[in-house]
């Protein structure tokens, strides 16, 4: 079983535009993320997807290996299905670009999904943290996952799921990190079915692959890390880094 990551990589970002290129201890968050995914030893080959002649001169002049996107895409899932469509993989891995703490723990969780799926059942896997700031779990910058009994995704919303009706039901609430593992084919066939209205509600991407029908296995996790999205994170990131 062939397995590469691919970074999808824009350098607009609505919410921090150039965050991909801002300094993290001397060296840009996309290039920390980049080294830290290789570090990992995990996969035969590690690229960085990107629209951004800044960021693929970024990734190479640094001894990387970056492809550039071949038309505008919506997506990362997207982005990256055009760039492994004639690239010779089982398994594609999608690390954020803004995920400089990526590590081997979590990503080595996520590819053994597919070690044990021997009857090839399951179309995705995705790592969740288990959240209890009640601060976080009503921000909808985090996006939260519910599953069933075998930690199959059954949605995920920037709303609190499930509602907190009754705060004594034993509850759990779990965070979307966004990393997933696709089977080659699953991402293929993303890029040919239409949005339909929940993705388009929310804009989180990986609710099509349900919308259509596709199994995602979720994968809990205790490391969280830090999600570059906005100048703060990026201070945070800053002071864990040290």
């Not at 490391?223 to 880094?241: F, H, N, S, Y």
Request: hydrophobic share 40%.
């Amino acid at each position: 079983m062939k397995i590469i990551s691919m970074i999808p990589a824009r350098y607009s970002a609505s919410r921090f535009p150039g965050k991909l290129m801002q300094n993290l201890a001397g060296k840009s968050v996309i290039l920390r993320t980049y080294e830290a995914t290789v570090a990992t030893e995990l996969f035969s080959e590690v690229y960085v997807v990107t629209d951004s002649d800044i960021i693929y001169k970024e990734i190479v002049d640094n001894g990387g290996k970056a492809i550039m996107s071949l038309t505008e895409h919506e997506s990362g899932s997207d982005r990256i299905a055009e760039a492994v469509a004639n690239v010779d993989c089982d398994i594609v891995i999608n690390v954020q670009g803004d995920e400089p703490f990526t590590e081997r723990e979590s990503l080595a969780k996520v590819i053994d999904v597919f070690k044990d799926d021997k009857a090839k059942e399951i179309d995705l896997a995705s790592l969740m943290v288990e959240i209890e700031d009640w601060e976080e779990i009503n921000n909808p910058n985090t996006v939260k996952v519910i599953v069933d009994q075998q930690n199959f995704a059954l949605y995920f919303s920037r709303s609190p799921i499930p509602f907190p009706r009754d705060k004594n039901a034993g509850a759990r609430y779990f965070k979307h990190k966004g990393i997933y593992a696709f089977r080659k084919e699953a991402l293929l066939d993303f890029t040919i079915l239409p949005m339909q209205f929940l993705e388009a509600s929310e804009k989180i991407e990986c609710i099509r692959y349900l919308e259509y029908g596709k199994r995602i296995k979720m994968v809990e996790t205790t490391i969280q890390g830090v999600e570059i999205d906005t100048p703060e994170d990026l201070e945070r990131a800053k002071k864990l880094w040290k």
